[in-house]
């Protein structure tokens, strides 16, 4: 019976040690959201495919709040330049009308590196010489195609992106 005085210390040494986790864990992962990073330009479309596009489509509309009457010309010469998670800098971005069809440009500085986006996209391998020739990728999957553009100079960053669903042919198939 002289271990009840114990109790309470053995209840309070557990709730100690989840509390001290917890605290712990919550300042080392703080919540992201679609669009908070450049890497989601270039993995939510392909991997989520149109569910991951409209997420991110809505993430950078309301970074860059337009009106349905506003031309596609002014919507980008009014747009304020909008930092990332990590530093890369979202300069422009257009929503397109025809369906689920976004491009956005970044900042040269930091660069975004071209090696990172190939990482992400897994372009064919089969047509690399062809990309770093002409500093132009494509990757597919998901019903979605990310396209993206290296700095016509450097070649090591990418300056655009272009993500657009993927026409279906018949029986639903992706065309090539």
Do not use: N, W
């Not at 991951?52 to 509309?61: N, P, S």
């Not at 506003?70 to 025809?98: C, F, I, K, N, W």
């Not at 897994?122 to 979605?144: E, F, I, N, S, W």
């Amino acid at each position: 019976m002289k271990m009840s005085g114990y109790r309470p210390v053995m209840c309070f040494v557990p709730l100690l040690l989840v509390a001290c986790a917890t605290a712990r864990s919550g300042s080392e992962s703080p919540q992201t959201h679609p669009g908070d990073r450049i890497e989601d330009f270039f993995t939510l479309p392909l991997a989520e495919g149109s569910s991951g596009f409209d997420r991110l489509a809505r993430a950078l509309q309301q970074r860059f709040p337009t009106t349905s009457s506003t031309s596609a010309m002014e919507q980008t010469t009014q747009q304020t330049p909008v930092t990332l998670r990590g530093g890369h800098v979202v300069q422009r971005y257009l929503r397109l009308e025809d369906g689920r069809h976004l491009m956005a440009e970044f900042a040269k500085t930091p660069c975004v590196p071209v090696q990172l986006a190939v990482s992400l996209t897994r372009p064919d391998p089969a047509q690399l010489d062809y990309y770093r020739r002409t500093g132009v990728y494509l990757a597919t999957g998901h019903g979605m195609s990310v396209t993206f553009s290296a700095d016509a100079v450097s070649r090591e960053c990418v300056v655009s992106v272009e993500v657009a669903e993927t026409p279906a042919g018949p029986a639903g198939s992706e065309l090539p």
